[in-house]
């Protein structure tokens, strides 16, 4: 099993970027999936995640700027950021659980299976 986060990069703040991640070995159609982000000093923070049935969640902080979707032929879901700002840098993350398994929280890292190397987000002021 294998997850490959990309797309990340620089951009000015107000800007926007979209990170992907392909899973290998791990059906997208049937997991809930995650994305966190970690900057420099700071513990990793969950942004959002997208439930195997389609429900979809984000941290305060992303809420209206923020899109989570997926392409289940490509198994790959994306993360469209949208008016980005300085506090959006960071390492992000994609995580994925299987969607059969019971206990699923979402905001917990702990509670997703596996996981991509992360991409880099810089947002300039």
């Known amino acids: 099993v294998q997850l490959q986060a990309s797309g990340g990069g620089s951009v000015q703040a107000g800007g926007s970027l979209s990170v992907s991640c392909v899973g290998f070995g791990v059906p997208f159609s049937r997991s809930h999936i995650g994305w966190f982000r970690q900057a420099p000093g700071k513990e990793r923070e969950f942004v959002s995640a997208?439930?195997?049935?389609?429900?979809?969640h984000f941290a305060d902080s992303v809420k209206g700027r923020f899109t989570i979707f997926k392409d289940n032929d490509k198994n790959t879901v994306f993360l469209q950021m949208n008016v980005l700002k300085p506090e959006d840098t960071a390492i992000y993350y994609c995580a994925a659980r299987n969607g059969l398994r019971i206990g699923y929280h979402y905001p917990a890292a702990e509670t997703y299976d596996y996981w991509g190397q992360g991409t880099q987000v810089t947002v300039s002021s």
């Open positions: 997208l439930e195997r049935g389609g429900r979809t």
